[in-house]
């Protein structure tokens, strides 16, 4: 029993060893261009800003949105960001996969000695997309002051329990959604409308959207659990689709089931995957 | 002769898109889910508060509908032949581009039409259709104003080449236009009333959107299908849009003239 684990272990962490090292490659090599470094990251934290901004254009005209106040729909969107932001850093980059697999050019990261997805969710790393996540903490801190909630210990420990989950579950996700492209190879933008599609759905109040959305991201695509249903425990709110109180606290178990089927779509695919030859 | 070359480019650049099938019904699912997200916030602002910035639910949903089939298709977002001309600055191929005989702007231009025209009708039309399809919309029955919209579309096209030509220049100096076409990717998104309608931006912030030519590329072709604007209010729309298209592309001329003589040639 501990053999296996311990292989396990040893093969988990050479994968985390070469990401390391192929994300400090490419950091090195956008500080080459100094410049439009400066100049990305304040754009990528500017253009982050922007659907913040309009959430406050919304709420300068409104005191609340289908019931949500603004602090409350600014948890919602912090919340969010952060696990997309943290996912984009870690594993961002699959979205690439289509362009290698279409150029034969995947081959090199098979036979190359550290794990393909470790390479590949590595490759093209740019630190500019640190501004999302800056921007996902400014808002999120700013909302956890304005907060009008009684805070009990289990409330505080339930907010970066959700921030752990909601980022496994957009990891899943990127990881997931791209391996479409092992068979579909120009259909990047199908992961962006599940990923950054489904971070801007949660960035409002559930009530918000049409019931069939808000129970597709729920029983579909597990988005819910990333940050409405435990944010309903945090905020003390009912559910507006009076599920039983046991969802709330089950993002853990929603993140997990996430990971299994993203390694599944991921061993399929590259059991797929057909070199172009030439 | 000349129209003859221009016009078989962009006639290239619209079957150059639409080889890509897998990436045209993955744009426009995209578009659509946005469109539905999108639509449904404004809803809710417009529950809380009907009327706001002079449109009502169904406008409202509709402008968010018109801005997504827009998106692409003006390149708001940019892109289009800026990724072309940025690979062709990287691998030095662009001092091929500068030696061809037919002028170095207008061959983008025409490259860039074509791309728009495969990109409305496709990207635009479809989400269109789909938002039609899930909301109550606000379109016009009578095919003169479809005429008038798409007159303002290409005149958008115009602009956005305009301005985007430009952010690409900067990679005569730069070397790397990355860091200029993100900050480009900011403000356009904002002032052209893609994120919201600018009728609800308050203040001084609201007029200063209405005079930047970003406001050409989306907010004014929306006001024209959504009828906000007719008789006398569309010729002065167009005039804008044309002002606008036509100093941009003056600027970029000039900007090429000073570019062109200090190119530094990349790669072997």
């Known amino acids: 029993m501990a053999e296996p684990l311990r292989a396990a272990a040893a093969r988990a962490g050479w994968a985390l060893r070469s990401w390391w090292l192929i994300t400090g490659m490419w950091v090195r090599s956008t500080m080459a261009y100094r410049t439009s470094f400066a100049l990305s990251l304040a754009a990528n934290t500017l253009v982050t800003f922007l659907d913040f901004a309009v959430l406050l254009l919304m ?128 259909a990047a933008e199908l992961q962006n409308a599940v990923t950054y599609g489904g971070a801007t759905v949660l960035q409002y109040p559930p009530t918000v959207f049409a019931r069939e959305l808000v129970a597709g991201t729920v029983f579909g695509v597990p988005l819910a659990f990333v940050n409405w249903l435990p944010a309903l425990h945090v905020l003390g709110r009912t559910d507006p689709l009076g599920l039983p109180a046991a969802f709330r606290f089950a993002s853990p178990l929603a993140a997990a089931l996430c990971v299994l089927a993203a390694g599944l779509a991921w061993r399929t695919g590259l059991r797929a995957y057909r070199s172009t030859g030439s | 002769m000349r129209g003859g070359v221009y016009l078989s480019v962009a006639r290239g650049a619209f079957r150059r898109y639409s080889t890509y099938r897998a990436a045209t019904v993955a744009g426009t699912v995209t578009n659509t889910v946005f469109g539905v997200i999108l639509a449904s916030t404004m809803l809710a602002l417009w529950r809380a508060r ?131 076409r993100a900050v480009m990717t900011v403000v356009s998104m904002f002032f052209s009333g893609m994120l919201l309608p600018l009728a609800l931006f308050p203040g001084l912030l609201g007029e200063l959107a209405r005079v930047l030519p970003f406001s050409a590329m989306v907010q004014l072709p929306a006001d024209v299908l959504l009828r906000r604007r007719t008789g006398t209010g569309l010729l002065s729309l167009y005039g804008f849009q044309l002002a606008w298209g036509a100093a941009l592309l003056a600027f970029g001329r000039a900007g090429q003239a000073l570019a062109v003589r200090r190119v530094v040639v990349q790669g072997g």
């Open chain 1, 59 to 186: 709420f300068a005209h409104t005191r609340q949105l289908a019931g949500w106040t603004l602090a409350e729909t600014a948890f919602l969107y912090g919340t969010s960001s952060f696990a997309l932001g943290t996912a984009n850093v870690l594993v961002g980059s699959v979205g690439g996969l289509g362009e290698r697999v279409r150029s034969g050019s995947l081959d090199t990261m098979l036979i190359r000695p550290a794990p393909a997805l470790a390479q590949l969710a590595a490759e093209r790393f740019s630190l500019r997309r640190l501004g999302r996540l800056l921007q996902a903490v400014a808002v999120l801190g700013w909302s956890l002051t304005a907060l009008d909630v009684h805070w009990t210990w289990d409330r505080v420990l339930m907010v970066p329990v959700l921030l752990l989950c909601g980022t496994v579950i957009f990891c899943a996700l990127f990881v997931g959604c791209s391996c479409v492209q092992f068979w579909w190879g120009d």
């Open chain 2, 50 to 180: 009907p009327g706001l910035g002079g449109y009502d639910a169904a406008q409202a949903v509709t402008y968010i509908w018109i801005s997504q089939g827009l998106l692409v298709t003006v390149a708001v977002w940019g892109g289009g032949f800026q990724d072309d001309l940025q690979a062709r600055f990287r691998s030095g191929d662009i001092a091929v581009d500068l030696y061809r005989p037919v002028d170095f702007q207008g061959w983008w231009l025409a490259t860039d039409l074509g791309r728009a025209g495969y990109q409305l009708l496709t990207r635009g039309a479809l989400p269109m259709l789909a938002g039609a399809a899930l909301f109550d919309l606000t379109l016009p029955a009578d095919p003169l104003v479809w005429a008038e919209f798409l007159l303002a579309v290409v005149l958008a096209v115009l602009v956005s080449f305009g301005l985007r030509f430009l952010a690409t220049l900067t990679g005569f100096w730069l070397h790397e236009s990355e860091g200029v």
